[in-house]
Each structure stands twice: as structure tokens, then as C-alpha cells.
């Protein structure tokens, strides 16, 4: 497993960053809810160029108030390979998240992804911690919040 950097955070005002950003999330979520099917159209109709899109749409994801719950959704994209599943459970195990549920979906090329909700108030470690264990896992190719 080669040594990868964990990833940092920063809970930042939206108000506060950069304009780029800002339509990033806006291009992401109209594909999210369908309002445009693509990648083209999304950043032609928030007015960004699809260079830019690409650069910054994984290093931005919308923060929910988490107070009300504490129920974050994460996705896993992973090896198709024996015992990965057990593994990344095993890292929320050991973070002190609950999970609550898990879907999976059939491998396909090799990899399958997987959606997992999980109670977090309980954590005994970081959110930083947590996300980190599981990039850095072997077989692991993605992980992210997709919402809280």
C-alpha cells in the first residue's frame, strides 16, 4: 500500500469562497437532480468551462447541518475483490460510527460501489480519520460524503 497524504479539512462560509467553486456545486447539483444530463450542459448553463468543472468537482461537496441526526451517507467505490466489504465496515467499526445501512452495487469491470448511512455523533475519531482510513484502504478506489 503505497503511503497516500490524508486528506485535510475546512468548514468554510460559502459566502467566503471563490466564485469557481460556488458554480461547481451549482453544475453538480443540477446533474444530481436532473435538471441537466450533462456534464456539458450543467456547466454551460451555471457559465463555467467543463476544464474547470472537472478540476474542482472533487475537492467541494456541500456541507449539511449535521445536529439533526448525525446520519452522514458516504460512497465507496471499490475492488471487486474477497473481503474489501469487511474491511471498510471494519473502518467505521473502529471510527465509532453506527451504520445503519448499506446497499451495494453489482461489480461491474471489476468495481463495485457501495452506499452506506452511519450515525456519527458517537465517533471516537475525526471525520478527517475516518475518510482518510478509508481512501487509504487497499482496494479502495473513491470514497466521499455524499450527504449529512
Do not use: W
Request: proline share 3%; hydrophobic share 45%; charged share 20%.
Amino acid at each position: 500500500m503505497a503511503n497516500r497524504k490524508l486528506p485535510t479539512y475546512y468548514l468554510v462560509e460559502a459566502d467566503m469562497l471563490p466564485e469557481i467553486f460556488l458554480k461547481v456545486m451549482e453544475a453538480k447539483e443540477l446533474l444530481q437532480t436532473g435538471e441537466c444530463s450533462t456534464v456539458g450542459d450543467a456547466v454551460n448553463r451555471v457559465g463555467i468551462s467543463r476544464s474547470a468543472f472537472y478540476k474542482y468537482k472533487d475537492s467541494i461537496t456541500p456541507f449539511q447541518d449535521l445536529r439533526h441526526g448525525h446520519i452522514l451517507t458516504f460512497q465507496v467505490m471499490l475492488r471487486d475483490q474477497t473481503g474489501l466489504l469487511s474491511a471498510v465496515l471494519s473502518v467505521f467499526a473502529q471510527c465509532g460510527a453506527n451504520i445503519l445501512t448499506i446497499n451495494q452495487s453489482i461489480p461491474v469491470s471489476g468495481c463495485a460501489t457501495i452506499t452506506i448511512s452511519a450515525e456519527t455523533a458517537g465517533m471516537s475519531e475525526s471525520m478527517e480519520t475516518l475518510m482518510g482510513r478509508l481512501v487509504a484502504a487497499d482496494g479502495v478506489i473513491r470514497a466521499e460524503i455524499l450527504a449529512g
